[in-house]
């Protein structure tokens, strides 16, 4: 395996970090026996995010060059909503709870799915139960 090869194995998980954090990534490549890469993060705290994953990977990043600017003008990631709890009351159905979480009855599959390690048919559910309604 050859130097460029070995050292993104070893920042695999910055690498697969940086699209994630909408940072943009100009150069990667090796440079004085180092992996040097460098972009702009949305933010500070998106491009500190990017140095705390490097420093997981090796807190002396001896082998790494590093240079993340901040550039405003990238949009910062947007987070996914998290999914909520809902307790099934009488009268309820998938369907019915999926119509009043996503306005579509039709989705219920996608509850039902979210909550398979206690449901084993999306006919029966009972009064009481805690499910997961995942996001949208």
């Not at 943009?24 to 993060?41: E, I, N, P, T, Y």
Request: one cysteine or more; aromatic letters at 8%.
């Amino acid at each position: 395996m050859d130097r460029f090869e070995e050292l993104k194995q070893k920042y695999a998980s910055v690498l697969e970090l940086i699209p994630k954090l909408n940072v943009r990534l100009d150069h990667l490549h090796v440079q004085d026996d180092k992996l040097f890469m460098s972009g702009a993060a949305p933010n500070d705290a998106l491009k500190n995010k990017v140095w705390d994953q490097i420093k997981v990977c090796d807190a002396s990043f001896s082998d790494l060059t590093c240079d993340i600017g901040v550039d405003s003008s990238l949009p910062a990631p947007v987070e996914a909503p998290a999914a909520q709890t809902y307790t099934v009351q009488p009268g309820d159905s998938l369907s019915k709870i999926a119509k009043q979480f996503y306005g579509n009855a039709n989705l219920y599959m996608k509850i039902f799915e979210a909550n398979r390690d206690q449901l084993d048919n999306p006919n029966l559910i009972q009064v009481g139960q805690e499910l997961t309604i995942p996001a949208e």
